[in-house]
């Protein structure tokens, strides 16, 4: 019997057996080599800090509304489910359907998909893509934060000579980095409290760093740069960051987040350099049904596929981000390590060959 990574009780979680339903016309199946989860989203809800613990979203008045008591999924932090954000792996099974989903799959391609971390997924067919030849499977289970960073940047309206702050080197920002990199910003600041993760930043481009727990972020960059950042982009969540990103940038600014915000925002003054700055605040989100802003010409199927062609051409790379790499075996207690202790790690990922 297959296992995955299971939540059984609050701030827990477990490799747990379950039962392959036989697969439905138009789905693929594939058993799982490789999958990462995602810190920010996921610890966020296994927290039960998040807007949907008592909350759900409406997607039609696209408001978080209360969710009924007896509401299917209700069990606040995951509990109840399987986690996961990326799977790679080897299909073995392929259920014929008069339409032509599933014509391009046949076992034993490798492919990848949005999926658990367990040792078989199944999808429909549509939303599992063949694993490109020049993609590893840990380059692949970034693609995920390499599509909201990407989002981000387009978001920020980045220039050719640019001066950027970036706040968050988890595995969105360091995503950031390379890009800004490749765009050719003159200066980009990495903020990150953690000295691994600066040093990470500074091979994958940022001409700086800040640790934001031993300086004023507005101070540092303005003394490094010797004026303002142009834009600040913020990746790591946290408004105390967010207030770092407002106070880097000059007037009329840019200050885009990307970040899943949690905990407490009433230190967040909105009468100082927000107000008397004239800053231009901006959510970055390329999913949930949200149009591009540079709708037609882009859209989430051309910001996925141009992400998957910058680690083709190797622009972006997942050397050091996926990083720890664990065997299956302890999925669960490095996942519920990561989660208490985010010291040593950039992405949790999940090697299932390793025993």
Known sequence: ?????FVDAPQHAILADYSDAPVQPGQVRFRTEFAAVKHGTMFHIFSGESPFQEQRFDPNLRLFVPTPADAPNAAPGFVGQFIGNMAVGEVTEVAAHAGADVADFQPGQRVYCYGPVAETVTKAAAAVHPLPDELSPADAVCLDPALYAYGAVRDARITLGDT?????????????????????????VAVEPLPKRRA?????????????????????????????????????G?????????????????????????????????????????LELISSMPVWDNPSREAPLWDL?????????????????????????????????AFLHTFQDPTDAIKLCVDFSQK
Not at 1 to 5: E, V, Y
Not at 166 to 187: D, F, N, P, T, W
Not at 205 to 233: K, N
Request: glycine share 10%; hydrophobic share 45%; net charge neutral.
């Open 301 to 333: 199927a051309r910001l996925e596929a141009t992400v998957v062609d910058f680690f083709r051409r190797g622009w972006l790379t997942s050397d050091g981000i996926a990083d720890p790499i664990v065997p299956f075996s302890q999925a669960a207690d």
């Open 164 to 188: 950027v702050a970036v706040s968050g080197m988890g595995a969105i920002g360091l995503c950031v980095v390379q890009l800004l990199a490749r765009a050719g910003c003159a200066e980009i």
């Open 238 to 278: 946290s408004y105390r960051a967010l207030y770092g990103a407002m106070r880097s940038v000059g007037q009329c600014a840019r200050v885009v987040t990307l970040g899943y915000y949690k905990g407490d925002h009433s230190h967040l003054p909105f009468g100082a350099e927000w107000h008397h700055n004239r």
């Open 200 to 236: 990470l930043a500074e091979r994958f481009g940022a001409t700086t760093t800040i640790d934001p727990t031993a300086e004023d972020v507005g101070l540092a960059v303005r003394r490094l740069l010797g004026r303002p950042a142009d834009v600040a982009i913020e990746a790591s």
């Open 1 to 5: 019997m297959p296992r995955g990574l």
